[in-house]
């Protein structure tokens, strides 16, 4: 068990461009979380997944943001034509079916628009 | 919903000294309640968590936190810290309910420990 990875670690693209980062959790957790984290504020929770199932979504994923795991293992977290205010540190997390939430976290995905 | 305060957003003390950490919740259900640690450049850490039972919660790295519900506060406290607590640290609450998902998390509180 490697934990919960997610590539790229740092990603600079200019404002307009998409980016996509993956995210590869714990094999045996189910449970499949994105947040976002910008400078100086706790993690925000953007969407969570039941294995392929998107279950819950919140409004700071707007339409530009969307997020898959089409084979209930690895997630995808896609934003279209990036705004300088997306620039943020973008956070997967994986936890076990059943029982208490107890969020893993990877390293995060350094996102910064120009 | 659940949300969190942590009323220090720095907290500076020097080596070997105590420290304290404040949190406090909101939340209309039972919650359970987590600390966890973000070095530089790096994802979070889990510390400790409250699910149920004993008020009082050990952790890893001589962090223990306490549970006070009439005070709705989870508190992080450690005896004697070293320059390598030196971090941020987030509060998190989540509903205890089946359904809750998320993780409500604080604006955090920087540690710099001075030596």
């Known amino acids: 068990d490697t934990g919960v990875s997610q590539d790229p670690r740092h990603k600079i693209t200019k404002r307009g461009q998409n980016v996509t980062f993956r995210c590869d959790p714990i094999?045996?957790?189910?449970?499949l979380y994105w947040y976002r984290q910008t400078l100086g504020q706790g993690p925000e929770f953007l969407t969570y997944?039941?294995?392929?199932?998107?279950?819950?979504k919140s409004r700071l994923l707007s339409d530009r943001f969307s997020a898959e795991r089409p084979k209930g293992s690895f997630s995808t977290l896609e934003i279209q034509r990036t705004e300088q205010g997306d620039s943020a540190m973008y956070l997967c997390?994986?936890?076990?079916?059943?029982?208490?939430?107890?969020?893993?976290f990877g390293a995060g995905s350094r996102l910064t628009v120009l | 919903a659940q949300s969190v305060t942590q009323l220090d957003s720095q907290v500076p003390v020097f080596e070997e000294a105590p420290v304290e950490l404040r949190c406090n919740y909101s939340?209309?259900?039972?919650?359970?309640l987590f600390w966890y640690v973000q070095y530089p450049n790096q994802g979070l850490q889990l510390l400790l968590k409250?699910?149920?039972?004993?008020?009082l919660v050990k952790g890893i790295n001589g962090f223990e936190a306490e549970f006070n519900k009439s005070q709705t506060s989870f508190h992080l406290r450690k005896p004697s810290v070293h320059i390598s607590d030196t971090a941020e640290y987030f509060c998190?609450?989540?509903?205890?309910?089946?359904?809750?998902?998320?993780?409500?998390f604080g604006t955090g509180t920087r540690l710099t420990v001075i030596p």
């Open positions: 997390a994986s936890s076990p079916r059943f029982g208490a939430n107890v969020l893993t």
């Open positions: 094999s045996e957790h189910n449970r």
């Open positions: 997944f039941q294995n392929e199932a998107q279950l819950e």
């Open positions: 939340s209309s259900v039972s919650v359970y």
């Open positions: 409250y699910l149920s039972g004993s008020t």
């Open positions: 998190a609450v989540s509903g205890s309910k089946s359904g809750a998902n998320n993780l409500f």
